[in-house]
T-cell receptor, first 112, second 113 residues
Framework: NAGVTQTPKFRVLKTGQSMTLLCAQD?????MYWYRQDPGMGLRLIHY???????AKGEVPDGYNVSRLKKQNFLLGLESAAPSQTSVYFC???????????FGPGTRLTVL | AQSVTQLGSHVSVSEGALVLLRCNYS??????LFWYVQYPNQGLQLLLK??????LVKGINGFEAEFKKSETSFHLTKPSAHMSDAAEYFC???????????FGAGTILRVKS
């Protein structure tokens, strides 16, 4: 099993550009999450999904959209990137709410 | 709302010395508590977690943590530090009915030879 994978690993965008980050898991997990990690702030939840076709807002959802069209994939979109979205983005998944979350390796995004 | 405070953004210990990373939480309901470790340029890996039952929890790589409700703490310890323990450590809390983790700001552990 590959676990949780993220594509791409690195990306540089200009302000106003759009992009989509892909998260895939092969563990048949129901729940999936997107976090951003900024120095001195830990990880903050952006959006999450409790199953195929469902999404919900987390702590810092503004400027991001998500979709969960397939159970194994969770996409994070930036429609108009801003420098404040420069961060490392992590995807995670688990089987049920109290279960351990398994994390992907992260995507480092820089917005110029 | 839940929150986590990790005391000390950087901790430095000598190889073979005791490791103590502090975590205090705030929760209006009985919490689930977690410690994750992040090695450079990698994702987070679970070290240990407390859900119910025994308050002293043992994890991987010789780490353990004790849930102290009266002190709202979940400090992480390891009797003898190894060079390979150098990493960033995150404490996190979730409520028992929910699925959202709230993370602390992290503590970077440096191990000196």
């Amino acid at each position: 099993n590959a676990g949780v994978t993220q594509t791409p690993k690195f990306r540089v965008l200009k302000t106003g550009q759009s992009m989509t980050l892909l998260c895939a898991q092969d563990m048949n997990h129901e729940y999936m999450y997107w976090y951003r990690q900024d120095p001195g702030m830990g990880l903050r939840l952006i959006h999450y999904s409790v199953g195929e076709g469902t999404t919900a807002k987390g702590e810092v959802p503004d400027g991001y959209n998500v979709s969960r069209l397939k159970k194994q994939n969770f996409l994070l979109g930036l429609e108009s990137a801003a420098p404040s979205q420069t961060s490392v983005y992590f995807c995670a998944s688990n089987r049920w709410p109290q279960d351990t979350q398994y994390f992907g390796p992260g995507t480092r995004l820089t917005v110029l | 709302a839940q929150s986590v405070t990790q005391l000390g953004s950087h901790v430095s210990v000598s190889e073979g010395a005791l490791v103590l990373l502090r975590c205090n939480y705030s929760s209006s309901v009985p919490p689930y508590l977690f410690w994750y470790v992040q090695y450079p340029n990698q994702g987070l890996q679970l070290l240990l977690k407390y859900t119910t039952g025994a308050t002293l929890v043992k994890g991987i790589n010789g780490f353990e943590a004790e849930f102290k409700k009266s002190e709202t703490s979940f400090h992480l310890t390891k009797p003898s530090a190894h060079m390979s323990d150098a990493a960033e450590y995150f404490c996190a809390v979730s409520d028992r009915g929910g699925n959202k983790l709230v993370f602390g700001a992290g503590t970077i552990l440096r191990v000196k030879s």
